[in-house]
């Protein structure tokens, strides 16, 4: 496992996306509320045919919104918009930080249990094989019982049972961490 690789994928995860486009919409509804204070204005132009014993007619208008009391309307939409927006971006680093500590704790459970695969294969695997020829041989000389023979069989399946195990959850976790943090670049 890459975990830098892993780390550095964290930023275009699915939920981050999200979280991004939440504080992207809030930020515009900033850039709304501060819109509002300002006062909007229009041009109007037009010309009317009229019938012939009324004449022609030509008219321009000019329209001003004038906000009113900014203070007890506009400024607290404002603050509004701007709480939200800052919440939004709190929320968006508190997913990233949840997501890295989760990233974090599968890559330290993903080397525990490659570190106990690996233990289980190159040296209790080996051990218990070896006692098996040791047994056979015992048994061989007669200085063992069958049953010794048998139990050291056994325990060489259980290891390589336990190695199956220990070589699924390895598998496991590195498919969670790669479909979860990863995506295509492992």
């Not at 500590?101 to 289980?120: K, S, Y």
């Not at 070589?167 to 990863?182: K, N, P, S, W, Y």
Request: proline share 3%; aromatic share 4%; glycine share 6%.
């Amino acid at each position: 496992m890459d975990g830098a690789s892993l780390r550095a994928s964290i930023q275009a995860h699915p939920d981050l996306g999200a979280a991004h486009a939440r504080v992207a919409q809030a930020e515009a509804d900033v850039a709304v509320a501060r819109a509002d204070k300002r006062p909007d204005w229009g041009f109007d132009v037009a010309y009317q045919r009229r019938a012939e014993r009324y004449g022609d007619m030509v008219s321009a208008g000019v329209t001003i919104s004038l906000p009113l009391f900014t203070g007890r309307r506009q400024d607290p939409m404002i603050a509004a918009s701007a709480a939200t927006a800052a919440a939004a971006l709190a929320n968006q680093e508190d997913m990233r930080r949840a997501l890295l500590a989760d990233l974090e704790a599968g890559l330290a459970d993903h080397d525990m249990h490659h570190e106990q695969w690996v233990r289980a294969r190159d040296t209790l695997l080996p051990l218990a094989r070896n006692r098996a020829e040791l047994e056979t041989a015992s048994y061989a000389a007669g200085r063992a019982g069958l049953l010794d023979v048998i139990e050291a069989q056994t325990m060489v399946a259980d290891i390589e049972l336990q190695l199956l195990d220990r070589e699924a959850d390895v598998a496991r976790d590195a498919a969670r961490l790669v479909l979860t943090f990863g995506g295509n670049n492992q």
